[in-house]
């Protein structure tokens, strides 16, 4: 059996491509597998970092707006198709599994012109272009949010990489903390913004640097790998930790009380998979579904949100400080996050992809 997944650009589209490969491999160890992505997204890195094929078509971007450019996307969306089908026929595909960003368009096209079953699995609550298309095409198509707009849909979670879902925080708690050179008996703050980072969110965590440090608080702040930081906290008791990247997250949610961070689908899936409560700031940009995201947590109890525009040094002292300094609250949030999480997403899409195939 051959599989070919497409969904490249972000973390969110690629992440869950991945873990879907994973656990097509954990069923059947003789599954083909290929991913399609551009080169423009962190598919190149990411994909052969875990060990799988990756083959390349042009990216073709669709424009939200009646402008000069739309005059130029058939004939580039048309080279993009007869790539992706001729990936398609190279490998002898069975099925194509999507999950949005631009090279899901041409990869569903090509699929529908060779007749080859078509999987779309959208995370978000709001689907993007390439899953509203890939959605007309075929009646097998899944979500990782509960009320999807999608017609058809059937809600299956967020398909999560196994170190992720297999965590256990309270165990792994003090080996994590060690691991960044954090002390074991402190409370910790996790800040990250995405696979990029996120500036307003370096910045407020920074400049709450002095207060967090004299309530006892320590910080393991995740930059992004493009961002300098405007200052760094004079070495101190507790540790304020600064790194531009960080590819264990896994430790880093064990290390963790609570986590500062974006609203997107798969930051969601997975704070919520291993139970940790978190301080959403969705992005302020785009439609809006980073924020439905965070409120699904927030109304269940597992974390609170904040807009962009709002969040500043005094609201992480003023609503985030007391949560960190209250033990027994973190734990309440603990476990409400955990009862939103799914942790069998990934072997569940699995099933369905090979049964599809067969």
């Known amino acids: 059996m051959r599989v070919v997944l497409a969904g490249g650009g972000t973390a969110g589209h690629i992440e869950p491509a991945l873990a879907l490969a ?5 069923l059947d160890r003789a ?3 290929t991913c399609v992505g551009t080169e423009r997204g962190l598919e190149t890195r990411l994909v052969p970092a875990r060990g799988y094929e990756l083959e390349l078509v042009p990216a073709v971007p669709l424009p939200r707006a009646i402008t000069p450019s739309l005059l130029t996307v058939p004939g580039r969306l048309a080279g993009a198709i007869n790539a992706a089908a001729a990936v398609l026929d190279r490998v002898r595909a069975d099925v194509l599994v999507g999950f949005g960003g631009y090279v899901a368009t041409p990869a569903y096209l090509a699929a529908k012109r060779r007749g080859i079953p078509i999987v779309v699995h959208e995370a978000n609550p709001r689907p993007g272009l390439a899953n509203r298309l ?18 058809k849909a059937r809600y299956i979670g967020t398909p999560l990489r196994r170190e992720i879902v297999s965590l256990d925080r309270l165990s792994m708690g003090d080996k994590a903390r060690s691991w960044f050179g954090l002390q074991t008996d402190r409370p910790t703050l996790l800040v990250f913004g995405g696979s990029q980072g996120a500036r307003s969110i370096n910045q407020a965590a920074l400049g709450a640097a002095h207060t967090l440090r004299m309530a006892g608080v320590q910080v393991l702040h995740v930059l992004g790998p493009a961002n300098e930081p405007d ?4 070495p101190g008791d507790p540790q304020y930790v600064l790194l531009p990247y960080i590819d264990r997250m896994d430790l880093a949610y064990a290390a963790a009380d609570l986590a500062l961070c974006r609203g997107g689908a798969l930051t969601c899936a997975e704070l919520t998979a291993v139970g940790l409560p ?23 109890g597992g974390g609170l949100v904040v807009d962009d525009s709002e969040l500043s040094p005094d609201w992480i002292i003023q609503n985030v400080l007391p949560i960190l ?6 734990a309440v949030m603990s476990e409400a996050a955990s009862r939103l999480g799914r942790k069998d997403a990934d072997i569940m899409l699995a099933r369905k992809v090979l049964e599809i195939a067969r």
């Open 134 to 151: 890939g959605a007309m095409l075929t009646e097998h198509v899944f979500t990782g949010y509960p009320e999807s707009a999608m017609p």
């Open 231 to 234: 200052h760094e906290p004079p």
């Open 31 to 33: 599954v083909g597998i």
């Open 325 to 330: 300094r209250d033990p027994e609250r973190v």
């Open 278 to 300: 978190g301080a959403y700031v969705p992005l302020p940009h785009g439609n809006g579904e980073q924020r439905i995201n965070a409120e699904r947590i927030v109304a269940g």
């Open 22 to 26: 994973d656990a097509l491999r954990h």
